[in-house]
């Protein structure tokens, strides 16, 4: 059990890490790469940089800080959170239980440019198997993605639908029991509701639900987990970066704020401290 746990190793991720480690907190964080500050060419216009560093360079020299504090880091995909002695963050290889979380997951990513997509939000389309998949029992779902999140939804949905089958996008079916189609989504159709899928090759699948699970966990995916207000593609939070869901906290990009690593670093410090400061009164 840990005091907190962070999702995300960016700026925000790590600034909350080296805050909330040195108030004496047991600290997980995880991680698949520094997001988009590892993918930034140069940095130069952050406090204390003489010559501009590369964004990965920044990256790395930020994790190894939370390393050397004692941080347990788990490069592993976050793919869903619920509740239970505090809460639960299930990833691609464990799950892990903390008494605070903080979100540092960077901006949300666009929805897909779909045909029907946004018609059919809340009409068959869902984008949470745990929130969504009770409506769907016995019946026929698709999840769209190809990835581990995809995988961790389609295993929530196989118990309650009567079938489950994977939509890839034209990307590779994983290895799963699952039965995956590989053409790529050209359209949803229907008329209240949805009713089938249009593929790129001609064939339509009757299914009774979509449940969209493209890459990896985003924002608002995570969000929609835990009950977490949201403002648009953003996280809603206080000034002391608090949630609506008390012990939970967001930061960085996922906050909506300038898109800036000093934002980054500034959220994530108070984060980091509210943390703290929440754990202290549940004690």
């Known amino acids: 059990m840990y ?28 991680g698949k790469d520094g997001g988009s500050l590892a993918r930034a060419h140069l940095i130069e216009n952050y406090y204390g940089l003489a010559e501009p560093v590369s964004g990965a360079v920044l990256a790395h020299q930020g994790l190894q800080q939370v ?12 793919t869903g959170l ?19 979380l903080i979100l540092a997951t960077g901006a949300a990513k666009a929805t897909l440019p779909l045909p029907g997509l946004e018609q059919f939000e809340g009409k068959g389309v869902s984008y949470c198997a745990v929130c969504d998949g009770f409506f769907f029992r016995k019946k026929k779902v698709a999840v ?12 929530v949905l196989q118990p309650l639908a009567a079938e489950v089958v994977l939509l890839t996008n ?6 799963s029991d699952f ?16 009713r089938q899928v249009l593929l790129a090759d001609g064939t339509r699948l009757e299914i009774d639900g979509l449940f969209v699970a493209l890459g990896t966990a985003d924002t608002n995916a995570l969000a929609r987990k835990l009950g977490l207000v949201t403002k648009g593609r953003f996280l809603e939070v206080t000034a002391q970066m608090q949630t609506n869901i008390p012990g939970v906290f967001a930061a960085g990009d996922c906050t909506g704020a300038l898109p800036q690593i000093v934002t980054a670093v500034y959220q994530g410090a108070i984060a980091g401290l509210q943390a703290f400061s929440f754990m202290k009164q549940q004690a």
């Not at 639960?88 to 290889?93: L, S």
């Open 67 to 78: 390393l050397k504090l004692g941080v347990d880091f788990k490069e592993e995909e976050v």
């Open 144 to 155: 769209l993605g190809s990835g581990a999140y995809a995988l961790h939804e389609a295993q």
């Open 179 to 194: 039965t995956s189609y590989t053409t790529k989504v050209s359209a949803l159709e229907g008329d209240n509701k949805l």
């Open 82 to 100: 619920g509740f239970s002695t505090g809460f639960e963050v299930t990833t691609t290889a464990d799950v892990y239980s903390g008494t605070t």
């Open 3 to 30: 005091d907190l746990i962070i999702i995300g190793n960016g700026p925000a991720g790590c600034s909350a890490a080296i805050y909330a480690r040195r108030s004496g907190m047991k600290v997980l964080m995880t």
């Open 170 to 175: 034209g990307e590779a079916a994983p290895s």
